[in-house]
């Protein structure tokens, strides 16, 4: 029997748009404690400022301008707006994480293991509410949307180019614990985020 898709309500919208945010800065603030690199246009960013000394900020910019424009021509303003609104949390809770939790002693593994956890129950959320975190992100949202990709196994792959070329700053133990992270962000999304799973709609 088909199931019948019902349309998220705002208010619905606007707590899962706050709570998939903290999951994720939850996991940034991991992450950083661990000194690990994550995925998708963040870390190509980030890798990119380590490189050519550049600031972060403006290379953030520049490498997602690209998806920003394909989630305005194929996935609609309200995507977009919704996705900027996710970043803005994002980067908001981020910087307030720390001084709501500390850590006196964090081992790598969990940290590998537990953020990307947070990272893929956040984007999951997200995605479910027609919104994503911007670069990668947005593409394979619209792939999944347009042709039934999944969505979790394009944003692994993705993040799998940035993770080789994280070999160049980080050391052999970093990457290999970022990959892990990586690989459990993207499954829980390519699990549970796929074409007829979910019946919720935007």
């Given at each position: 029997m088909p199931?019948?898709?019902?349309?998220?309500?705002?208010?619905?919208?606007?707590?899962?748009?706050?709570?998939?945010?903290?999951?994720?800065?939850?996991g940034?603030?991991?992450?950083?404690?661990?000194?690990l690199?994550?995925?998708?246009t963040?870390?190509?960013?980030?890798?990119?400022?380590?490189?050519?000394?550049?600031?972060?900020?403006?290379?953030?910019?520049?490498?997602n301008?690209?998806?920003?424009?394909?989630?305005?021509?194929?996935?609609?303003?309200?995507?977009?707006?919704?996705?900027?609104?996710?970043?803005?949390?994002?980067?908001l809770?981020?910087?307030?994480?720390?001084?709501?939790?500390?850590?006196?002693?964090?081992?790598?593994?969990?940290?590998?293991?537990?953020?990307?956890?947070l990272?893929?129950?956040?984007?999951?959320?997200?995605?479910?509410?027609?919104?994503?975190?911007?670069?990668?992100?947005?593409?394979?949202?619209?792939?999944?949307?347009r042709?039934?990709?999944?969505?979790?196994y394009?944003?692994?792959?993705?993040?799998?180019?940035?993770?080789?070329?994280?070999?160049?700053?980080?050391?052999?133990?970093?990457?290999?614990?970022s990959?892990?992270?990586?690989?459990?962000?993207?499954?829980?999304v390519?699990?549970?985020?796929?074409?007829?799973?979910?019946?919720?709609?935007?």
């Amino acid at each position: 029997m088909p199931q019948t898709s019902i349309r998220h309500r705002p208010h619905e919208d606007a707590i899962a748009l706050v709570l998939g945010s903290l999951f994720v800065a939850l996991g940034i603030a991991f992450y950083a404690k661990a000194h690990l690199l994550t995925g998708s246009t963040v870390g190509a960013a980030l890798l990119l400022s380590y490189l050519t000394k550049t600031g972060f900020a403006p290379l953030f910019l520049l490498v997602n301008l690209p998806f920003f424009a394909l989630a305005i021509v194929r996935l609609g303003w309200l995507f977009t707006l919704k996705t900027l609104a996710a970043v803005a949390l994002v980067s908001l809770f981020s910087r307030l994480t720390p001084l709501w939790i500390e850590f006196g002693h964090l081992n790598a593994v969990y940290a590998a293991v537990i953020g990307g956890g947070l990272f893929g129950i956040g984007l999951l959320i997200l995605f479910r509410h027609g919104m994503s975190l911007g670069g990668v992100s947005i593409l394979a949202f619209y792939l999944q949307e347009r042709y039934g990709w999944r969505a979790g196994y394009l944003q692994l792959g993705a993040d799998m180019v940035v993770m080789a070329v994280s070999c160049l700053v980080l050391s052999a133990e970093q990457v290999a614990l970022s990959v892990a992270g990586v690989t459990v962000l993207c499954l829980i999304v390519g699990m549970n985020h796929r074409p007829g799973r979910y019946a919720g709609a935007n």
